[in-house]
């Protein structure tokens, strides 16, 4: 089955630091999305990007489907981004989803 | 309030002694899933369902029952819960299935199990 790596597995940031987050796979994927897993455990969805570039206030994210992999930008690093993020992908018409084992930042005051 | 809820948020049990943990959403989502999540291992599918009474296998579904009898609801059901099912699970939904449109997903709280 399709293996997804994210890289790397942990980063220690400054606030106000800006950071790459990557997500490479290894096949085609018809679905991808980055969710963000805050250090209560609540994961909440940031991106539905298959392919292209999107922006949501600090945080982008661009998705090169032909070359296999996914960027998340944090940009201005606050305390509260700290946590774990987590890149889900999906090929097509399986409906299920894969998840890597997840990037956990911490961003230090 | 948009949410998806599971019950019970905690829970202790013993090896074999049958369970449910519910899952609801008042969004009118027709995907729902289930997810256990282990240290090192990430998130990892159970059972998803596409609709009412559709439901299909994910990555990791034995030791699991699911069943999709309203479109709300969603319960994982453990017959015989062994330890190695101790683990945090969470129920997600979203509008549209994989590939689909909307298939953005919201997360439940999660449940935290330990089976002796």
């Known amino acids: 089955g399709i293996q997804v790596e994210q890289s790397p597995p942990d980063l220690i940031l400054q606030e106000g630091a800006n950071s790459t987050l990557r997500c490479n796979f290894s096949?085609?994927?018809?679905?991808l999305q980055w969710f963000h897993q805050n250090p209560w455990g609540q994961l909440i969805n940031l991106f539905y990007?298959?392919?292209g570039t999107k922006q949501n206030g600090r945080l982008s994210a661009t998705t090169v489907a032909t070359e296999r992999y996914s960027l998340l930008y944090i940009s201005s690093s606050q305390t509260t981004d700290s946590g774990v993020y987590f890149c889900a992908v999906e090929t097509s018409g399986t409906y299920k989803y894969i998840f890597g084992t997840g990037t956990r930042l911490k961003v230090l005051a | 309030e948009a949410q998806v809820t599971q019950n019970p948020r905690y829970l202790i049990t013993v090896t074999g002694k049958k369970l449910t943990v519910t899952c609801s959403q008042n969004m009118n989502h027709e995907y729902m899933s289930w997810y256990r999540q282990d240290p090192g291992l990430g998130l990892r599918q159970i059972y998803y369902?596409?609709?009412?009474?559709?439901?299909d296998k994910g990555d990791v579904p034995e030791g699991y029952k699911v069943s999709r009898k309203e479109k709300r609801n969603f319960p994982l059901i453990l017959e015989s819960p062994s330890p190695n099912q101790t683990s945090l699970y969470f129920c997600a939904s979203s509008l549209g299935a994989p590939g689909q449109g909307a298939p953005a997903q919201y997360f439940g709280p999660g449940t935290r199990l330990l089976v002796l």
């Open positions: 096949d085609s994927v018809n679905n």
């Open positions: 369902s596409m609709n009412v009474e559709v439901t």
């Open positions: 990007i298959p392919s």
